[in-house]
Structure formats: structure tokens, C-alpha cells
């Protein structure tokens, strides 16, 4: 049986390694984030400065705000530094057949 709660988001090849791409899922805005050969799914905003994280730098496995550098674990959406406190929400993240799906 297919689980139909994950929607497919975008292939697996258009996002490269150290690379993000915004998508629209259910009206929700999410940033596909591919770091240190995982995929993960992000709310694309800053949970502090409600400021989108599409535009902030992507390391090692964290995104950072770009509007303060608050800077949230891409796995938890945990707040790593002020002025953040605040997680960001994430998103389950699984790959079928070359095609990334996110669980919202």
C-alpha cells in the first residue's frame, strides 16, 4: 500500500549537494535543503525574524537567517544562536524513484 501523505516536491537530481530550492506544498512555503548527502524539509521561515530562509546560508547541516544570522539545525529545527530561541518547523523527508517527497 502507497502512503499518500507525502507529496512529491521535486526530483532527487535538481537539487545538488550544498544546494536549496523553495517549494509550495498545501500553501505552505518549505526549503528542500541538501547537506552532508541528506535531504531534509524546512519551513522556510525564520521562527525570530518571520524573515523567509530561501536566501540565508546553508552549511554542515544548518541554514542561517539572513536577515540576523540566526542559525537553526536543518534535522531538528533547533535555534543554534541568538537571536533566535525558537525552533524552526521540519518536515519528514523521504526519496522514492528519484523523487523527493515531504510529509506535511
Known amino acids: ?30 526549503l528542500l535543503c541538501r547537506s552532508k548527502g541528506q535531504v531534509f524539509a524546512v519551513r522556510n521561515k525564520c521562527s525570530h525574524a518571520d524573515e523567509e530562509l530561501a536566501c540565508g546560508r546553508m552549511r554542515s547541516g544548518w541554514i542561517a ?26 518536515f519528514p ?3 522514492v524513484e528519484g523523487m523527493i517527497e515531504v510529509k506535511v
Open 1 to 30: 500500500m502507497t502512503d499518500t501523505s507525502y507529496t512529491a516536491a521535486a526530483p532527487l537530481d535538481s537539487l545538488p549537494e550544498g544546494g536549496v530550492a523553495k517549494v509550495d506544498i498545501d500553501g505552505i512555503s518549505i
Open 65 to 90: 537567517c539572513p536577515a540576523h544570522g540566526a542559525r537553526f539545525r536543518l534535522e531538528t529545527g533547533e535555534a543554534m544562536n541568538p537571536p533566535a530561541t525558537e525552533p524552526i518547523q521540519t
Open 93 to 95: 523527508v523521504r526519496v
